[in-house]
């Protein structure tokens, strides 16, 4: 018994096999490996971590379709996305697929790391905020997220956006990110290429990419509270080579009436431009030109091929300065039946200093047209019908002007001169000249509507032979402060002021077989005087509302329609303190003298003959 239980005591007190330790502790390590599997995917696939991180930082959502981690390795989804909203815009950014290595003990101290990062099937999405929405920028927050995104590589992207632009085609992309959120975004070493996509505006395409080479560097940072200086950050160079679609898009911007359109236009575009801290480099340079580009005006067209050069060059002192020229040579204005005019080069040129950076530069712009060939102007005639008849004359057409958008400074004119005119009012013939000078910084174009506001028109060396009067040297200067012309029909309506050299358009006006009644007589003496009205003029005939004359001693109100060579005119005139009415007719002038005032009014309220 003794020598079995000694056997049985050393048995019992020999060391277990080393292998079974090692093999219970691979197991352990396995099961716990096979838990966290599960627990990972599981919380991936359950929407736990968007939650968590949109409870963290509540303006961020992200989340997937599917995802799967066999860790350490690769995290994988499918069906990805993120997006963000700002004081300014809202992003959003889809993928059909990601994968990457996922640092878990980063996410302790809130940062998220990941390396090798690749996205196929990108959609990325930046649209601004309209002015309602947009909130004042909080300040950062303490102890913030930092996200690093290394060697980040973005493969078969279909789609980029900005705001209502969009470029819809093969893109990739490579680089590092970095982000302190709220305070700064650096991006590193990026490359951005785009091949063969269209770019589109509100749906409608408007160039085709040949191809779209982007290398750059972007260190943006927040500057509370005015936001973010993305651009001052900026390094790098872009090239681009594309085909511009023809430019009826732009018509549809300009006007949405059917008399006013856009046609054809269709070029190219070459650019090749180097930023260094938000600043173009000298060298840089962009360059379009296109097929003759067709603007329909009513019954006009305007044919014009066009080249845009844009360029930095350094100055005289060395610096780098900025200049863009749009022109158009040579400009051809076209008729239903004829040409009209033709210009050798209309070029519009822009000066600014070459910053991207806030506050924006300040621009100074140059208006140059080249004088036209002379117009004949008999071609009014199909406009003005039997009212107003031209028999010879012509004018030439020129433009020049600068303006500094600093100091809201500078002007820009358009002059119309004519030669001596022979025209006809009615039997009336007439031989004059005329100056017309228009305000190019006011010209705008409103469905069929053109505005002519700030024109100023001046007639001179006007003579005429009346059946009651005889006019010889007159001259007046008209103000339009508003004026419009619409294009189909044809017509001009415009609030009026002006000073005549005298009273001779009245004075023919108001003759009676060559004599004025008595108490006018002193219009055949008045100098200077000022005038303001409303005109219309179109194939009807001319119409005159609202006519205010004064000079000394004398005060004149009167209505006037021309219209098939007839005359119908009231008139109340004030002259050395005694009031008398005159009514012009076909048959006569007839003189009213008692109650006269009242008599004008009534023959006002009356509907026009």
Request: net charge positive; with cysteine.
């Amino acid at each position: 018994m003794s020598i079995r239980g000694a056997s049985t005591a050393r048995a019992v007190s020999l060391p277990r096999p080393r292998w079974r330790r090692w093999l219970r502790a691979l197991v352990w390590v396995l099961g716990m490996v096979l838990l966290l599997e599960c627990l990972l995917n599981l919380a991936l696939n359950t929407g736990l971590i968007p939650a968590i991180i949109h409870r963290a930082v509540p303006r961020l959502r992200l989340g997937w379709s599917e995802a799967w981690w066999w860790w350490p390795g690769r995290v994988h989804a499918r069906g990805f996305f993120l997006e963000h909203q700002d004081a300014h815009a809202r992003w959003r950014v889809e993928a059909d697929e990601v994968e990457g290595k996922l640092s878990v003990a980063a996410l302790f101290s809130r940062r998220v790391e990941a390396g090798q990062v690749r996205a196929r099937g990108v959609h990325a999405r930046v649209e601004p905020l309209p002015p309602e929405e947009r909130t004042r920028p909080k300040p950062p927050r303490p102890h913030p997220w930092r996200v690093e995104l290394r060697d980040l590589e973005v493969q078969d992207a279909r789609e980029l956006a900005w705001g209502t632009t969009h470029y819809l085609g093969p893109a990739d992309a490579r680089g590092t990110v970095r982000v302190i959120a709220g305070q700064r975004l650096t991006v590193d070493a990026a490359h951005v290429h785009l091949a063969g996509g269209f770019v589109e505006e509100q749906g409608q395409q408007l160039a085709r990419l040949e191809e779209l080479s982007v290398g750059f560097s972007l260190e943006a940072t927040r500057r509370h509270p005015e936001g973010w200086d993305v651009l001052g950050g900026l390094s790098g160079r872009l090239q681009a080579k594309a085909d511009i679609l023809p430019l009826d898009w732009l018509g549809a911007r300009l006007s949405r009436h059917a008399e006013v359109s856009l046609h054809d236009g269709a070029g190219t575009l070459e650019a090749d431009v180097r930023i260094q801290r938000g600043r173009v480099e000298p060298g840089s340079q962009v360059e379009a030109r296109g097929a003759p580009l067709t603007l329909r005006l009513g019954p006009a067209r305007v044919k014009a091929p066009w080249h845009a050069l844009g360029m930095v060059e350094p100055d005289a002192h060395g610096t780098p300065h900025g200049r863009l020229q749009l022109s158009f040579a040579p400009v051809r204005v076209e008729g239903p039946a004829r040409r009209v005019l033709e210009l050798p080069q209309v070029a519009l040129t822009f000066h600014v200093e070459p910053r991207l950076e806030p506050p924006a530069p300040s621009v100074q712009s140059e208006l140059h047209v080249a004088p036209s060939g002379p117009v004949d102007l008999r071609l009014l005639n199909t406009w003005t019908g039997e009212t107003f008849r031209v028999d010879s004359g012509s004018a030439t057409l020129k433009a020049a002007g600068h303006r500094d958008s600093e100091h809201a400074s500078g002007a820009m004119h358009l002059m119309l001169d004519t030669d001596l005119v022979e025209a006809r009012v009615g039997d009336t013939r007439l031989l004059g000249r005329a100056s017309a000078e228009l305000d190019a910084r006011r010209l705008s174009l409103r469905g069929k509507t053109l505005g002519l506001n700030g024109t100023t028109l001046r007639l001179s060396q006007v003579s005429a032979d009346l059946d009651n009067a005889t006019v010889r040297g007159w001259s007046g200067t008209f103000a339009l402060p508003q004026a419009t012309l619409s294009l189909s029909p044809p017509e001009l309506e415009a609030r009026f002021s002006g000073t005549f050299a005298n009273a001779d358009p009245f004075v023919a006006l108001l003759s009676r077989h060559k004599r004025l009644p008595h108490f006018l007589a002193p219009l055949i003496h008045a100098r200077g005087l000022q005038v303001t009205g409303r005109v219309r003029l179109g194939d009807p005939g001319l119409q005159v509302r609202e006519l205010h004359a004064q000079g000394e001693n004398l005060q004149l109100q009167a209505r006037v329609e021309l219209s098939r060579g007839t005359t119908h005119a009231l008139v109340l005139a004030t002259v050395g303190g005694v009031t008398g009415g005159v009514e012009v007719t076909p048959g006569g002038t007839h003189l009213h003298l008692d109650d006269a005032r009242h008599w004008f009014e009534e023959r006002l309220a009356a509907p026009p003959p």
